[in-house]
Structure formats: C-alpha cells, structure tokens
C-alpha cells in the first residue's frame, strides 16, 4: 500500500508528442517562412509568379529564341525577329571585349603575364608557407615592369631590363621557397645554404652565398630576357578587358599604401602635414571622378614641361591613382578610429616609437577592421574604371558600346551590355564573397566571441 | 690637449643628434620639409603652365566668361539661347545637375527603403528577391547601367506616333516623356500662400499639441488634424478663388508632340539608372539600420504594453534613424557626383556643358576644371555640414 502511494507521488512525465506535422520538415519551413498569413501568402504569389515571369522571359530571350551563328546583325533580326538575344554578335566580338586592338598575335603576351601573376599570387593560399610577405611585396613591387614589358614591348631601356631580370629572379625566388617548404626544409634560405654547405660554415658567409646564389639568378634571367624580341604595341591599341584591369589592378594596388599615408597625414599632430593631407583628401572624395580624369587629360598636359608629352593612359592612371588614394584614405582612418587608445597607449608605455607602434601594434588590428570596407572599395574601384571609356579609353564598356556602332552589327546593344554587366557581376560577386570569407576568417578574434 | 681636441667634435656631433632627436625639433623639420615640397612643386606646376599658356598663345583669368558661347543645348531649365554668356552656362549646367539629381534622390530614397524593408521582411522568398536585387546592381557598374538604359531601352522606344500613353496625358516615345504642364491662372497666388500657411498653421499644431502632452498628458489627433490642414485649407482656397489653374496637356501634332512638359530619353535613362542603381546601396542602409536596433528595444516596448504599430514608430524608428540617415546622406552626395555620368548619353549637365563644351570651346581649362570642382565641392561641403549638424542632434545623451 505505502510502496503504491509512493510510486504515485513520484513524477513520471509522459514522453512527449512529436511536434505537429504541420510546423516541422518541408510543409513547416513553408508555413514559417513562406505563408506565415494571408498577407504573407499574397506576398509570396506575388513573387514567385514574379520570378517566373523574369526567369521564364529570359529564357525566351537568352536561350530559347536566341542565335548563336550569324555573320551580320540583320540576320540574327531576320531570325529572331527582335524577341531573342544575337550571341553570334558577342562571340564574334569576344576578342575585342577582352583584349581590344591589341594584335591578336600579340595576345599570349596578355595571357601569360595574367597566369605569372596568378602563379607569382598562388603560395598566399597555400597554408605551409610562411614567408606570405615576400609573395606579396615581389608581387607588388617588380610584376609591374614585368608586365610593362610584356604589354608594351619594343626596345626596353637598360632600367626596365633590369627591373624585369629583377622580377623574374624574385618570381623563382618565391616559388623555390614554396618548393623548399614542400621539401621539409625550413626555408630557401636554409636549404641554400645546406645544399652548398655552408651552414656550419660561419655565419658572416651566408649572406654572401645568398647574394651570390640572387646574383646568378639574376644574371641568368637578364641574360634570357635580353634574347626577348617583343613587337611593340602602344598603349592606343590596348583596350577590352585586359586594359580595366591593368587601370584598376594598378589603381587598387596603390591604394592601400598611399591611403595609409594619407590617413596617417591627416591624424598627424603635425599641422601643416595634416592640412595638406586633409586638403587633398577632401579635394579629390568631393569631387566626381569624371571631373578628376577631365583635369588629368586637359590639366594635366599643361602642367608639365612642354617637351614632355605623356601618354594619354599614364594620365588617366595617375588621376585614378590619386582619387583611389583619397578614398582609401578615409576609409583607413575609419579603420585607426575604431582602435582603443588603449592600445596606442600600451605600445607607447611599452618604448615603441611611432613607426613601430603602426606597424606593429596599430596597423595590423586597423587593417583587420578594415577588411570590408577596403574590398568594397576595390570593387567600387573596378567599377568606376569604365570611365574611362566617355574620355575615349576603349576599355570594356566602350568596346561592347562600340560593337553595336559597327556596320555588321549596327543596333546589337543590349547582348553586349548583358556579358558585360554578367563579367562585372562575376568578379565584383565574388570579391564580395572572399571579403566575407576573410572577415569570418583572420577577422575573427576582434569584436563579438 | 689631444683628448680634448678628439672629444669635442664627437661632443659636439652627439649634441646635433639630441638635438635632432628632440621631438619637438623633428616635428617642425619635418613640417618645414614637407611644406619646401609642396611649395616647389605648386611653384614648377606654374611655371610650366604658364609656360605651356605662352606658348599656345592661350590667356588665363575669368574674362571669358561673359563672352558668348556659340552652341545650343539640347534641353535646360533655365532659359537659354544660342548667344548667352559662358556663365550663363554654367548656371544652367548647374541647375540641370540639380533637376536630375534632386528626382533621383526622391524616388532612390523611396525604393531604398521599400527594399530595404523587403530585405528584412520575415518571407523568405521576399527577402530573397530584395537580396538578389541589392546584390545584381551593386555588382554592376553604374555607367553601364545608365548606357544600358539609354541605348537598349530608351532609344529602342517606338516613335511618337506608336508612343505608349497613360490617359492621353502622359506619353513616352523615343523622343522622351511627356507630361501636362500645369498653367496657373489668375489668383492661383492665393492657393500658394494658403499652402504656406497650412503648412505653419500644422506645424503650429504639432508644437501646441506637444506642449500639452507634456504638460497633461493628454494626446491629441496631430496627425489628422494637421493631414486636415494641410490639404483642406488650399482646397478651399483654391475652390473659393475659382479653381484658377489649367494643364497644357502635349498632343501629337505632325510629327511631334507639342504642348505640356518634356523631359528627353537621356533624362529619363539617367534617372532611371541613378535611382535605380543607389536604391540598392540605400536599401543596405536601411538594413544595417534597422538591424542595428537590438531586438532588446522591441521586447522591451512590448513588456511596457505599446501595441507593435506604436513601437515601431515610437521605438525602432527613431533609433534606426540615427544609423540609417548619414550612411542615406551620403548616398544622396553620390547621386549628385554621378549624375556627372550623363555625359555619356548626351544629357545637358555641368560636366557635359561647361567641362566638355564651352571647354573645348574656349580653351580655358583650368579655370573651367576649378570651377566645376568648386560647384561639386561647395555641395558636398552643404552636404556634409547638413550631417555633422543632424549627428550632433541626434548624438547618444551620455554621461
């Protein structure tokens, strides 16, 4: 009797329903998220019959009326009668989109350079390497003349065989490193010098068999690039694709440094330098980038030395440089506001100096705020080069504007704007998601755990 | 003697760089050079221009700009002929930027915040299509977007015989959008100023009912009252005068329409893209504002007992508002700077008409390039100053 009464009193909880049918799997998620009331379901009518309008017209338009083999506009007309896209127009002007006038002979060069980059580029991902700044700095610092070089051609003087020879030996540099790494050694340098065996050899020695080791790289490179015969291509002929990257890859890749500089200027406790980096600032963020690009091809000319007749590109990359480096500027002191004094005030209280304190203690923690807002200003960047098409640049836009302005294929605009816009969309959709990746990634460790 | 004649020039040296190493000392060597720098190269860059100037027989200064300039635009606001002035120009280069920049601004800040709340919104699917929206015109060039527009919309439109028409008064062709243009009649000033004073009588209302709320608690319908104002007063004002306005509605005659408003297909291609293309980064705004509320404030209204209408109003916007206007402002500053786009579809404004034309024209680049400049300058000064101001207003109280 008392055993029963206390089983009774002991609380045996029923096991518990499943949850009703109706909120969980495929016909809950659709409830939540898809008719939540009567409103929520108009809504969602709406848009799906929205989106299969768009999807359905487009595939009318792209793929299912569309022409992919004609040798004139009129043909493509004749077949579609204006309801389907002319892809036979895009792929015939594919070459102009992507390289301009540029020879088409000539065109290996472009590639190539675009795979050592991509080559000289690769080991930042690999995750064994250490020596992440060597890749970048070389990368930065001597691919330009490489790929001067190689786009421009003709006689080089003394200064850019050089700088190429340089860029090539630095190019094996880094990828000996990378094959060094892979091997089981520490470094190149250490497998430098034990595979000549001077590693217990005193260390005054190793940096000369280092230089030597450079230096014969060096010569071996200058002397294969000086059996280079490039047929030279002015910059008049450049143009598609390759020409809005080179202008934004060298305005983006100057950005950030002179950005730094500036923003640094402008907090500086010095006056004059804070004014003149705040009046440049200022300056160029309020003004359009169109008016900057006006001033550097009809200012510009007339500042200079009668004798000097810049090329019209330089022109238009140094007024793209300097409006990238302004915005950066901003962008980089949004970055040095959002560190705790604190932190300032440690690396002071630890004896650090100035340059040391921003390099080693400021910079780095600014930078990795600043991630976001410094892709997007590439992107921005990417973007805003098609200007240089209204000032008769024929960068991608103006090309793809100009393939419907050909007698062939009078009329054909929207194909080309179409590729155009999806080219874009591709690679500023994709900066986009690696800058989100790297906020999740190195970003971490800053702000909300 | 001889330890002293070896000592004294290290003394000496060791002195310069303490010397040098005060950071005081440093501070103004460093200013100094900086400053030398500038100065030479502002000096060279004269010189050479003037130079340049001398040498392609060109004068410099701001004589130019009552001369005449010889070419027609297409479209103004202002009124303009063929023999105006170059300053003329100017101004209605400006006043053209102005237009097309102010509209855009308008409908981008609306569609801006209908996307942005689109992108919030609790429907998956909705908020879906708002994302794809943001992410398809960030990730596309604006110049493109406005060619795209120009050339593959608005110049593929039928001619005005075939133009599409909504109630025989608006009409849209390859020649532009047409519109009726109202035509205000005699009296109309007393509607005008029965509108400006419905507008201080609401506002008069609104402060009166605030001081009584504070004071007694008691609430009073500001908000239909004022709606009553505002429209009842010219209403009937306009009614008791004798109803005084008439349209100029644009009809087809020959080959053209006549009469009523006109915009050309470049204006409505450049507002198109403008609005289009900054409604996206407006609407990431509005998100990022909203969101930045934490949900905290909504939980909070609720325990107090205000209905949801009432927190959103009383609590989530006001503190979104913060975080939403000066990213907005800033976007609005951008409309204004891009607008200088339309000179690639021919659109009339400052940089197409002074920077290109009366430039190409004159020859005066220099100061035509500062001028422009300072216009694009004094509006984002406007601009910003209107920011730090509406900061400073609605700055976090703390201690």
Known sequence: MAETTQDDVVFRPKPSLPPPPNTVGVVGWLRKNLFGGPFDSLLTIVGVSLIAYVAYSLYQYGIANAVWEADTYRECLDVTKGNGACWAGVSTWMNGYMYGRYPDVEQWRVNLAGVVLAVWLAPFWFPKIKAKILVGMSAVLTFPFLAAHLFLGGEAGLFLQVMVAVAMTLFATVWLNVGASYLGYPSLRVALLRLSGFENKGDHLHKYVLLGAFGVGFVIAFAYQSTWELAAVPTQNWGGLFLTLVISGIGISSALPSGIILALGRRSKMPVIRVFCTAFIELFRSVPLITILFMAVTMMPLFLPVEINPDKLVLVIVAVCIFAAAYMAEIVRGGLQAINKGQYEAAQAMGLNYWKMMTLIIMPQALKVMIPNIVGNFIGLLKDTTLVSIIGLYDILLMAKASGQDGKWLGMHTEPFLFTAAVFFVVCFCMSKYSQHLERTIGGGYGRR | ?399
């Open chain 2, 1 to 399: 003697m001889a330890v002293l004649e070896k000592g004294s020039p290290r003394r000496q040296s060791r002195s310069i760089i303490e010397w040098l190493n005060d950071e005081r000392v440093r501070s103004v060597l460093y200013q100094a050079i900086v400053a030398i720098a500038v100065i030479a190269v502002a000096r060279y860059l004269f010189v050479n221009t003037s130079e340049n100037l001398q040498a392609r027989g060109m004068s410099s200064g701001f004589d130019f700009l009552s001369g005449t300039a010889g070419f027609s635009i297409a479209w103004t606001v202002l009124p303009y002929e063929a023999g105006d002035s170059y300053f003329r120009v100017y101004l209605v280069g400006i006043v053209n930027t102005l237009i097309v920049s102010l509209v855009a601004i308008v409908f981008a800040t609306l569609l801006g915040f209908i996307m942005g709340i689109m992108r919030l919104s609790k429907n998956w699917l909705i908020s879906k299509i708002a994302a794809w929206y943001v992410e398809i015109l960030r990730n596309t060039p604006l110049l493109l977007q406005i060619l795209f527009w120009f050339l593959a919309v608005f110049s593929l439109l039928p001619p005005p015989r075939g133009s599409f028409g909504l109630l025989d008064m608006f009409f849209l062709n390859n020649r532009g959008f047409y519109m009726p243009a109202p035509v205000p009649g005699a009296g109309f000033d007393y509607t005008m100023i029965a509108i400006l004073l419905a507008i201080a009588a609401t506002y008069a209302v609104a402060v009166w009912a605030k001081k009584r709320q504070m004071a007694t608690g008691q609430q009073f319908h500001t908000f239909w009252v004022g709606l009553g104002i505002l429209f009842g007063l010219p209403i009937l004002v306009f009614l008791a005068t004798g109803s005084p306005l008439s349209f100029d509605f644009a009809a087809l005659k020959g080959f053209n329409f006549q009469g009523g408003v006109s915009v050309p297909p470049a204006f409505c291609a450049l507002l198109l893209a403008l609005m289009i293309y900054h409604s996206a980064f407006m609407a990431e705004a509005v998100r990022a504002g909203i969101l930045s509320v934490s949900h905290g404030q909504t939980e909070a209204a609720y325990s107090l007992g205000l209905r949801p209408g009432m927190t959103l109003r009383l609590v989530i916007i006001p503190q979104a508002m913060r975080a939403v206007v000066p990213p907005m402002i800033s976007n609005w500053m951008n409309v204004v700077k891009n607008s200088s786009l339309a000179i690639a579809i021919g659109y009339p404004d400052l940089v197409a008409v002074y920077m290109q034309t009366s430039l190409n024209q004159s020859g005066h680049a220099i100061e035509i390039v500062a001028m422009v400049m300072l216009f694009y300058m004094s509006v984002s000064l406007t601009i910003s100053m209107a920011l730090n101001y509406y900061n400073k207003l609605v700055q976090l109280k703390e201690r």
